[in-house]
């Protein structure tokens, strides 16, 4: 690491391309995906979806030390099976649980066998802080599907960070469902510990039109130079 903090940045995908190409940046620190950006890339077709999944997963822990996994049963029995069963293909994966009551049960185990968790769906502070005190280790407030429904998620993100400045949580706050640049500065700006970012708005982050033209005029004066 050539920081001593700062915003990790994560990619929101299930496609092993983007995570190989965007981990060549060197500005990489994670994956998250979900069943949903699986079913987008179409990753399961095979003979045992299980074992795709796992290709997909392990593909991404070659270039990323976190990627989340994320379990579908609603159970506390089922997410335990499932968790147990991902955590034991890679130390980098990372098991996502929903903000349930089961989902509860299922960090408060996970955290006592040692095994990392990403609490998905939460879209409240007293979700959050329940999350927190089962013991996951990320915690996933969705930002975007807030402002969707017409609230204001960033101010989520800005509450949870005003509540976690009061304590010791062992969680870190990750910024999800993002969907423009604005959500990154915020993010950022409210000290949030993790962003997860689809790939068409990473691609545009280190994109300025004021740079390119920079550039085309320092080569252009630099040709004037050579004659
Ligand atoms: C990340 O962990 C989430 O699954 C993801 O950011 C959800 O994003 P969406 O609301 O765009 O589906």
Known sequence: MRYYFAMK??????????????????VLDGVTTNPSL???EGTLRGVSRQAD?????????????????QVTSTDFAGMKKEGEEYASWHKHIVVKVPMTTEGLKALS???????????TLVFSVPQAILA???GANI?????????DAGEDGMKLIKEIMEAWSHYGFDCE???ASTRHPGHIVDAARYGAHICTIPYDLFKKLPVHPLTDAGIKRFLDDWEKVKK
Do not use: Q
């Open 9 to 26: 940045l994560f990619l929101d995908t299930a496609n092993t391309d983007y995570v190989a190409e965007i981990a060549a940046w060197g």
């Open 38 to 40: 699986v079913a987008k």
């Open 53 to 69: 999944f796992k290709k997909v997963v392990l593909e991404m822990c070659k270039h990323v030390p976190c990627v989340s996994a």
């Open 109 to 119: 185990y996970f955290r006592s066998k040692g095994i990392k968790t990403n609490t």
């Open 132 to 134: 927190a005190k089962a």
């Open 139 to 147: 915690i996933s407030p969705f930002v975007g599907r807030l402002d």
């Open 173 to 175: 706050v990750l910024v």
